[in-house]
């Protein structure tokens, strides 16, 4: 068992910390509210005043922070000057490929080992520890992360050397936020046709139209046990987290002249979901702004 200094205990960190509590691990934790820092001490976590605090003599350092210039700094600031040799780095943020190679190599400079490791599965899966990790970084620090993230995660998956976990999360999401809009798009179109949504469910799920965006999230409620639908969108993973990943994939496929027209309409359609204030809302209730539900 390891001593781990968790930073970031939001939505997702505050579940994924109490995992690794739960498997046995020492956590210390720290995060800017005091009541997320509370609620790690709840669940048999330390809890540290400061970021240098939380990283003072520990084996392993999991981050969960909003996006690249917050790990910029964080890691800059108070992890890389801070934490002993032979400290493993482990980033769960979701943020560009370039500042996590920047910030992987500025690590390796120091003689650390690190490994940039965003998730999939909302706080769904962070709360059952079913995530999906996505990891990029040197064979030696993946297998060094591993059996961490496995007390957080089902699948854990190496996608190559740093920055490629973040490669794989925006281009994953991509597909998810174009499969979604389809989703909406096919059942809102149900729906005025007169085709009864459980039917086309039935035929799609099983047929050339399934997808996870279907079968796990459908935005049309009653038809599967864990849509956010079935919750009136109550978020597993929100409209604007949504939009940041589509901002990221587009900033990325500029930098490397991908063509990706659908991904491009996909951001400016949750752009206008979330400008419309549905920003904390699940993704999928985008729905409502396809049908033209209500405000919309």
Excluded at 8 to 33: C, E, Q, W, Y
Excluded at 122 to 130: F, L, Q, S, V
Excluded at 185 to 204: H, P, R, V
Aim: aromatic letters at 4%; charged letters at 20%.
């Amino acid at each position: 068992m390891a001593t781990i200094g968790f930073i970031g205990l939001g939505n997702m960190g505050l579940p994924m910390a109490t995992n690794l509590i739960k498997a046995g691990h020492t956590v210390r934790g720290f995060d800017l509210s005091e009541d997320q820092r509370k609620a790690l001490e709840a669940a048999g976590g330390d809890i540290a005043s400061s970021t240098e605090g939380c990283v003072d003599s520990v084996e392993i350092v999991v981050s969960m922070l909003p996006a690249g210039p917050q790990v910029k700094a964080v890691y800059g600031e108070s992890i890389l000057p801070k934490v002993a040799d032979g400290t493993l780095l482990i980033d769960c943020s979701t943020i560009d490929v370039a500042t996590a190679r920047a910030v992987a190599s500025d690590a390796a400079a120091k003689g650390l080992e690190m490994v940039d490791a965003p998730v999939s599965g909302g706080t769904t899966g962070a709360a059952a520890a079913t995530l999906t990790f996505m990891v990029g970084g040197s064979e030696t620090a993946f297998d060094r992360a591993k059996p961490i993230l496995e007390a957080m995660g089902k699948t854990i998956v190496h996608a190559g050397g740093s920055g490629n976990g973040q490669a794989a999360k925006i281009c994953n999401n991509m597909m998810l936020a174009i499969n979604t809009i389809g989703q909406c798009e096919a059942f809102s179109m149900a729906e005025k046709l007169g085709l009864d949504t459980a039917k086309l469910f039935a035929i799609s799920s099983k047929s050339s139209g399934q997808s996870w965006s279907m079968t796990v999230n459908c935005p049309v409620p009653g038809l599967t046990e864990t849509a956010a639908s079935n919750r009136d969108f109550k978020p597993g993973f929100t409209a604007a987290m949504m939009l940041k990943d589509l901002g990221l994939s587009q900033d990325a496929a500029e930098q490397v002249h991908a063509q990706t027209p659908l991904g491009a309409e996909a951001m400016q359609l949750f752009r206008d979901y979330v400008d419309r204030g549905h920003a904390d809302t699940d993704f999928s209730g985008i729905i409502k702004m396809i049908r033209g539900d209500g405000d919309f």
